[in-house]
């Protein structure tokens, strides 16, 4: 058995340059020891005015998001629907989605993913793909274009 405590997880801040993204992020998974694990759990928290990340979705991934602690919004391709304390919500492989604080106070909540092998990210607002960690577009091309 593994024990940890989140007072003992180190709180890492992600933001994007301009501010618009950020949360705070304490990765229980890692501090763990994540290879073997099958998801990833982390508290989150998003300052208010802030989201998540962009909007995107998981070609393989499940998310799970337990909220405890302010309101905002789940952005889904269905549009935005309000989220608060006490709200679960499941986003399954290819759906969108993102988390915005539109709250006065942070926004915490628990994040569960069911870490993927092969499992990609497409970021529908700027049409990019994240592959294995690598950022980029596709064009559209004929099936056979470069192949003969």
Known sequence: MKKINFSKIPVRE???????FGIL???TSRKLGRRGVPFEFALITIKPGKANFPYH???AEHEMYVILSGTGVMRVPAGQQRIAAGDVL???PNEAH???NTGKTALKYYVIADTQRGDACYYPDSRKWN???KVMTIRK????DGEE
Request: hydrophobic share 25%.
């Open 14 to 20: 992600y933001k994007s340059p301009k501010g618009k």
């Open 25 to 27: 992020y304490q990765d």
């Open 57 to 59: 979705l998981h070609t």
């Open 90 to 92: 499941m986003c399954p």
């Open 98 to 100: 993102q988390i915005i």
């Open 131 to 133: 592959v294995g960690g």
């Open 141 to 144: 091309a004929n099936y056979f």
